[in-house]
C-alpha cells in the first residue's frame, strides 16, 4: 500500500538533495546510528525533537536556537519542552554537512531525517519523507510553546484537533500517538493521573502499583524519575496498543483513545496488526513533518542550527 500526501506547495520533493548533497541522507543515518549503538536513549529522543519542533511554528528548526538577549527567549525554555535533548547531535550533523555540501541542507530537514532513521533503527517502518523544508528566519518563544505543545493530560479531542491542522484523519491521529512505544515517561508528568482515585482507577491494579513505586509521591522528589512508555520501550512496534487496552498507559491521552468509542476500534485494529499500524504511521508522519514548512524564500539554511544567518 503507498502512502498519499499532498506535498506543500509542490515545494517539497523525495529527490531534493539529489544534486546539491547526495551525501546528506548517508551522513545523517551513519551518525544517527552511531549515537544511538552508544545511549539507546537517543532514538525516542530525535523523534520527539521532531514532535515538539512542528507543533510550535512549523517543522523549522525554531526550537534549536539560543536565547538572544531581549530579543528570543528560545522555545527549550518552555516547560513543555522539559525532557528534549539530543539538539547537540542535530548540530554536530550540521557542522559535518556544512564541510560536505555548505549551504544546502537546512537543520529542519535534518530533524525530520534524524526522527525517521529513529524510527527504522529501532524496528519500526523504513519511511520515505520529503525534503527542502527551511529553517526559520524569525525566533519563536518559549511562550508560544508553553500554548501550542499539548500538555502531558490531553484529550481525545485536543489530540484529533491538533492532528487535523496537520492533515490527518481519525486512524493517523492514533497512529501518530503510537510513537509513545518508543522512550519514557517523567514522574512529574504522570503524578497528577497516578495519585487522582477517579483516574488511576482506569488502570491495571498491578501496573498501578509498578508506577507508584517509581513515583511514590504526588510532587516528585526529583524530575529524572522516569517509567517506560510501555513493556518494550526500547523498540518501535505495537505494544503500545496491546498495553493501552490492558489499562498499562502512563499518560492520560493512553487511557483515553482506549476507551473513546471513536477511537477504541483504531486501537484494537493497530494492537491486532502491527503491519497496519506500520503503514498508517508512515503516513501520518509524512503529514506531521511536511505541513506547514517554509520552503523556497520562507526561510532560509541556517549556517549554524542555534543561530539565525
Given at each position: 500500500?503507498?502512502?498519499?500526501?499532498?506535498?506543500?506547495k509542490?515545494?517539497?520533493?523525495?529527490?531534493?538533495?539529489?544534486?546539491?548533497?547526495?551525501?546528506?541522507?548517508?551522513?545523517?543515518?551513519?551518525?544517527?546510528?552511531?549515537?544511538?549503538?552508544?545511549?539507546?536513549?537517543?532514538a525516542p529522543?530525535?523523534?520527539?525533537?521532531?514532535?515538539?519542533?512542528?507543533?510550535?511554528?512549523?517543522?523549522?528548526?525554531?526550537?534549536?536556537?539560543?536565547?538572544?538577549?531581549?530579543?528570543?527567549?528560545?522555545?527549550?525554555?518552555?516547560?513543555?519542552n522539559?525532557?528534549v535533548?539530543?539538539?547537540?547531535?542535530?548540530n554536530?550533523?550540521?557542522s559535518?554537512?556544512?564541510?560536505?555540501?555548505?549551504?544546502?541542507?537546512?537543520?529542519?530537514?535534518?530533524?525530520?531525517?534524524?526522527?525517521?532513521?529513529?524510527?527504522?533503527?529501532?524496528?519500526?517502518?523504513?519511511?520515505?519523507?520529503?525534503?527542502?523544508?527551511?529553517?526559520?528566519?524569525?525566533?519563536?518563544?518559549?511562550?508560544?510553546?508553553?500554548?501550542?505543545?499539548?500538555?502531558?493530560?490531553?484529550?481525545?479531542?485536543?489530540?484529533?484537533?491538533?492532528?487535523?491542522?496537520?492533515?490527518?484523519?481519525?486512524e493517523?491521529s492514533?497512529?501518530?500517538?503510537?510513537?509513545?512505544?518508543?522512550?519514557?515517561?517523567?514522574?512529574?508528568?504522570?503524578?497528577?493521573?497516578?495519585?487522582?482515585?477517579?483516574?488511576?482507577?482506569?488502570?491495571?491494579?498491578?501496573?498501578?502499583?509498578?508506577?507508584?513505586?517509581?513515583?511514590p509521591?504526588?510532587?516528585?522528589?526529583?524530575?529524572?524519575?522516569?517509567v517506560?512508555?510501555?513493556?518494550?520501550?526500547?523498540?518501535?512496534?505495537?505494544?503500545?496498543?496491546?498495553?493501552?487496552?490492558m489499562?498499562?498507559?502512563?499518560?492520560?491521552?493512553?487511557?483515553?483513545?482506549?476507551?473513546?468509542p471513536?477511537?477504541?476500534?483504531v486501537?484494537?485494529?493497530?494492537?491486532a496488526?502491527q503491519?497496519?499500524?506500520f503503514?498508517?504511521?508512515?503516513?501520518a508522519?509524512?503529514?506531521?513533518?511536511?505541513?506547514?514548512?517554509?520552503?523556497?524564500?520562507?526561510?532560509?539554511?541556517r549556517?549554524?542550527?542555534?543561530?539565525i544567518n
Amino acid at each position: 500500500m503507498g502512502i498519499s500526501v499532498r506535498i506543500h506547495k509542490a515545494q517539497l520533493a523525495y529527490d531534493y538533495y539529489k544534486f546539491s548533497c547526495p551525501l546528506a541522507e548517508s551522513i545523517v543515518k551513519t551518525e544517527i546510528l552511531k549515537t544511538y549503538l552508544t545511549d539507546v536513549s537517543a532514538a525516542p529522543a530525535f523523534v520527539r525533537l521532531l514532535f515538539h519542533d512542528c507543533q510550535v511554528q512549523a517543522c523549522d528548526a525554531s526550537i534549536l536556537l539560543y536565547s538572544h538577549e531581549s530579543t528570543c527567549k528560545s522555545e527549550m525554555e518552555s516547560s513543555r519542552n522539559f525532557g528534549v535533548k539530543r539538539l547537540e547531535v542535530i548540530n554536530h550533523i550540521k557542522s559535518i554537512l556544512e564541510i560536505t555540501c555548505p549551504g544546502q541542507v537546512s537543520c529542519a530537514d535534518i530533524i525530520a531525517l534524524a526522527a525517521k532513521e529513529s524510527v527504522f533503527i529501532t524496528g519500526g517502518p523504513k519511511i520515505k519523507i520529503p525534503f527542502g523544508r527551511k529553517d526559520s528566519v524569525t525566533c519563536s518563544s518559549s511562550q508560544l510553546a508553553d500554548t501550542k505543545l499539548p500538555a502531558a493530560g490531553i484529550a481525545v479531542d485536543e489530540l484529533l484537533r491538533i492532528s487535523k491542522s496537520f492533515g490527518m484523519n481519525l486512524e493517523e491521529s492514533v497512529a501518530i500517538i503510537g510513537a509513545h512505544t518508543l522512550g519514557i515517561g517523567h514522574c512529574i508528568n504522570i503524578v497528577d493521573r497516578l495519585y487522582n482515585e477517579k483516574l488511576s482507577n482506569q488502570m491495571n491494579w498491578s501496573f498501578k502499583a509498578l508506577l507508584r513505586l517509581t513515583c511514590p509521591t504526588k510532587v516528585p522528589l526529583t524530575n529524572l524519575t522516569f517509567v517506560p512508555n510501555d513493556s518494550t520501550s526500547l523498540a518501535f512496534d505495537n505494544q503500545y496498543y496491546k498495553d493501552i487496552l490492558m489499562g498499562k498507559g502512563s499518560f492520560g491521552i493512553d487511557a483515553s483513545i482506549s476507551r473513546d468509542p471513536r477511537t477504541k476500534p483504531v486501537v484494537r485494529r493497530f494492537a491486532a496488526d502491527q503491519s497496519y499500524f506500520f503503514h498508517v504511521f508512515s503516513s501520518a508522519f509524512v503529514k506531521l513533518s511536511s505541513t506547514r514548512v517554509l520552503t523556497d524564500k520562507e526561510g532560509e539554511v541556517r549556517r549554524q542550527c542555534y543561530r539565525i544567518n
